[in-house]
C-alpha cells in the first residue's frame, strides 16, 4: 500500500490559484487544455456553411406540410368539441344537453374516456346516445393495447403514483368489449366547420400525449406546426387546462380542455368548446359547464377513490398532476 | 481476436425530428465559480467560448421562430454574468417561453424583482433552474466553492420573495442525492426556506471537463455502436430535438460544446440533418435518459 502525505492548506491553496487561471489563453477541447487560437480555428472549420439557397430550401423542407390521408368530415356550422370525460358522466350528460341546446351539429370528443372518475362503462352508453365522434387519447391506446401505464407523460413520482391508482381502477372497471372498441377510434379527424379545416388530436399532432399549455405553446411554434400539418386550425386537450390563441396568421389553436376535472381555478364547472362558422373568422367559444359535483364526489368517495381527487372535484384546485405545469400555470395554482 | 474484430462498429446516427428546444450558451464559459465537477470546465478565465451579444441571440431568434422553436433555455457559465442578460431575457419572451440556468449567486432582490416583472409581462412561461450541489455546507462547497452554500440559498430566497420559484438541480456528484431520502433532505432544506411547493431536478454526471479530472474519464467501451441501440430509443435523446448556440456556431447539444466535432453549422438551417453519437457523453445520455431541460 503506498502512502501519501496529506495535502498541507498552502497546496490547496495554490491547486485552487490555479485551477482559476488554467484558461487563460487556453480553452477546453475534449480533456485537454489546448492554446484559445487552436480550439477556434477547429470550430470554425466544423459544420456545414450552406449557401444561403440552400438555407433557404433546407428551411422550406423542414416546415412543409405533411401528407395526411384522414377523411375529411362535415362540412358543419356549428360543432362542439370536448375532451377528457376522465369517467364523468355526469359532467357529459349535462355537455350533450348543453350543446344540443347550442344548437351543435355533431359532438366531437377529443380522447381519456376514462381516469380520475368513477365506474368507466357508464360513459359509454351516453356516447352512443349523444352520437359522439371521438378519437382516442392516451387512455385509450393504452387500455387498448394492454399497456402497463397510461402513458400520461408524466416526470414526477408523486404524479405518477396517482396517475397509477387511476389507471389501475379505470382498467379493472372497463370490459373487455369497451376496451376493445377504444381501439378502433382514430388516432385523429379533420372536420370542415365552413370553410376551414380543423384537425382535431388529443395531445399534438406530433404526439399523443405532448402538452400544449398556453404558456409553453408559442405563437412561431404553432404557425409551423398547423403548417406542417397543413390545417387551417387545431383543437387539442391533455393538458386539463382549456385557451385559445389566434395566430397572426389568422388560424386558431383551441385546448378545449376538460370536461373530467375542473380547470385549477377554485371552480367547481369544467369547460368545452364551441366552434362556428363565421364570415371572416372561426368563432370559438370556451364555455364553462356546471354539473352535479357533489354527486360526482359522492361516488368517488363511495368507489374509494383517493380523497385527494375527491378535494379537486370540491374545491376546484388541483392536487395531483401537478409538477407538469410550466411555471406560468403553477404560479397561479392553489397547489 | 485481432484488432480488425474488437474495432467497433460505427456510431448509430440520431435525426433531428423536430427543432423544438434552442439552448444559448449565453455566459459563454465564463462564470465566478470554478465547480469541480462542470462538464465545460467553466471558470473566471475560461474564455473558449464568449458571451453572447443581445444582438447575436436576436439574429438566432429570428430564425428560430421560422422554424417554429417550442422553447428556449439560456446557460454558460453564469448567464447573469452577461451585461445584457435581461435584454436577452426580455427579447426572448416576445417569441417564447424561457428558462435560465444559473448558480444563484447574482440573484439579488432588484434583479428578482425585475425578472419577475419580465415574467408578468409575458404570454410564455420564465422558469429558473438554480445549481446546488449538497444541502449543507460540508457537502456543497466542497464542489461549488467556499461560501457558495449560503450565497445560493440567499439567492433562493430572494427569488422566492420575488414570486418565483426555481427548480434546485442537483448533480450525483452529491452522493445519495437521486434517492427518495436524499430528495427529501433537499425539499425539506428548501421548506425551510418558505418555498412550499419545492422543485428538484436530479442530473447524472457526465465524465468530460473538470469532472473527467474529478472521478475520471469514460471507458473505452462506454460507446454507443449502431445495432445496440433499439429502434425508437434514439427519439428520447435531447439531441432529436434540440441545438445549442454558441459565439462561435451551432453545436449538437448543450453538453458537447468543448468538443471541435459536434459543432454542426453556422445557422439553425444548417443543422437540421442528423448526428453521429459518437462521445461517450451520449452513452450517458441514452443510458440514464438525461435531459437537459428542466
Redesign the interface.
Known amino acids: 500500500m503506498s502512502f501519501r502525505p496529506p495535502k498541507d492548506l498552502d497546496e490547496q491553496a495554490r491547486q485552487a490559484r490555479a485551477k482559476l487561471t488554467a484558461h487563460r489563453d487556453m480553452a477546453t477541447w475534449g480533456e485537454k487544455l489546448v492554446p484559445l487560437a487552436a480550439f477556434r480555428q477547429a470550430a470554425a472549420r466544423k459544420g456545414l456553411k450552406l449557401a444561403q439557397g440552400d438555407r433557404e430550401s433546407a428551411v422550406l423542407a423542414y416546415t412543409a406540410g405533411l401528407d395526411d390521408p384522414t377523411p375529411v368530415e362535415g362540412p358543419y356550422s356549428r360543432i362542439a368539441v370536448f375532451g377528457g370525460i376522465y369517467s364523468n358522466h355526469l359532467a357529459l350528460l349535462e355537455l350533450l344537453e348543453d350543446a344540443a341546446r347550442r344548437g351543435a351539429e355533431a359532438v366531437y370528443c377529443l380522447g381519456d374516456l376514462g381516469a380520475f372518475g368513477p365506474n368507466p362503462e357508464k360513459v359509454r352508453p351516453l356516447m352512443a346516445q349523444g352520437q359522439v365522434l371521438s378519437i382516442q387519447g392516451n387512455y385509450e391506446e393504452s387500455l387498448a393495447s394492454g399497456r402497463e401505464d397510461c402513458n400520461c407523460g408524466y416526470t414526477d413520482p408523486r404524479d405518477n403514483h396517482f396517475a397509477e391508482i387511476s389507471y389501475r381502477y379505470t382498467e379493472r372497471n372497463c370490459s373487455p368489449e369497451f376496451k376493445a372498441w377504444m381501439g378502433t377510434l382514430p388516432r385523429r379527424r379533420r372536420v370542415r366547420v365552413g370553410e376551414r379545416e380543423l384537425l382535431l388530436v388529443h395531445g399534438s399532432p406530433r404526439r399523443i400525449n405532448e402538452f400544449l399549455f398556453h404558456s409553453t405553446a408559442p405563437v412561431p411554434f404553432l404557425e409551423v406546426l398547423l403548417d406542417q400539418s397543413r390545417c387551417d386550425g387545431l383543437l387539442a386537450t391533455h393538458t386539463g387546462l382549456h385557451w385559445h390563441r389566434r395566430l397572426p396568421s389568422g388560424r386558431d389553436v383551441v385546448n378545449v380542455g376538460v370536461i373530467g376535472r375542473p380547470a385549477n381555478d377554485g371552480r367547481t364547472n369544467v369547460w368545452y368548446a364551441m366552434i362556428e362558422a363565421r364570415e371572416e373568422e372561426l368563432g370559438v367559444e370556451l364555455v364553462p359547464l356546471a354539473y352535479d359535483h357533489l354527486g360526482l364526489a359522492a361516488e368517488m368517495r363511495s368507489e374509494k377513490l383517493p380523497e385527494e381527487f375527491v378535494e379537486t372535484v370540491l374545491t376546484g384546485w388541483w392536487t395531483t398532476c401537478l409538477e407538469i405545469l410550466p411555471a406560468r400555470e403553477r404560479a397561479v395554482s392553489r397547489f | 481476436m485481432s484488432l480488425a474484430e474488437i474495432t467497433p462498429l460505427s456510431a448509430p446516427r440520431v435525426e433531428l425530428k ?3 428546444t434552442l439552448w444559448f450558451q449565453v455566459g459563454g ?1 465564463v462564470c465566478n465559480l ?1 465547480c469541480t465537477h462542470c462538464f ?2 467553466c ?6 467560448h464568449e458571451m453572447l451579444s443581445l444582438a447575436e441571440v436576436r439574429r438566432y431568434l429570428e430564425e ?8 428556449y433555455y439560456f446557460t454558460g457559465g453564469e448567464p447573469f454574468l452577461n451585461p445584457e442578460m435581461e435584454a436577452i431575457l426580455a427579447a426572448t419572451l416576445e ?3 424561457a428558462t435560465v440556468l444559473t448558480n444563484g449567486l447574482l440573484l439579488d432582490p432588484g434583479r428578482c424583482a425585475r425578472l419577475k416583472a419580465l ?1 408578468d409581462a409575458s ?5 429558473f433552474r438554480v445549481s446546488l450541489d449538497g444541502w449543507d455546507e460540508a457537502s456543497n462547497d466542497p464542489i461549488r466553492g467556499a461560501g457558495t452554500f449560503e450565497k445560493i440559498l440567499a439567492g433562493i430566497r430572494n427569488l422566492h420573495a420575488a ?3 426555481p427548480v434546485i438541480t442537483v448533480t450525483e456528484v452529491c452522493e445519495g442525492a437521486a434517492g427518495d431520502e436524499g430528495k427529501e433532505r433537499f425539499f425539506a432544506l428548501l421548506r425551510s426556506l418558505g418555498i412550499e ?1 419545492p ?1 428538484l431536478k436530479i442530473l447524472p454526471v457526465f465524465r ?2 473538470a469532472e ?1 479530472g474529478r472521478s475520471g ?1 469514460y471507458e473505452s467501451w462506454q460507446r454507443l455502436r449502431e445495432g445496440e441501440v433499439p429502434d425508437g430509443a434514439l427519439d428520447h435523446l435531447q439531441c432529436s430535438s434540440c441545438r445549442m448556440v454558441t459565439d ?3 453545436w449538437v447539444c448543450p453538453i458537447l460544446v ?4 459536434a ?5 439553425l ?5 442528423d448526428f453521429p453519437l459518437e462521445h461517450p457523453a451520449c452513452w450517458t445520455c441514452h443510458v440514464y435518459g438525461v435531459s437537459c431541460r428542466t
Open positions: 423536430s427543432l423544438d464559459t470554478a465545460v470546465s471558470s473566471p478565465t475560461n474564455h473558449t428560430a421562430a421560422r422554424l417554429g422553436v417550442r422553447e417569441v417564447g417561453p415574467a404570454d410564455y412561461s420564465l422558469d414570486g418565483l420559484n411547493r422543485r468530460i471537463g473527467a474519464a462561435q456556431g451551432v468543448n468538443e471541435p466535432e459543432k454542426m453549422g453556422e445557422t438551417a444548417d443543422t437540421l440533418g
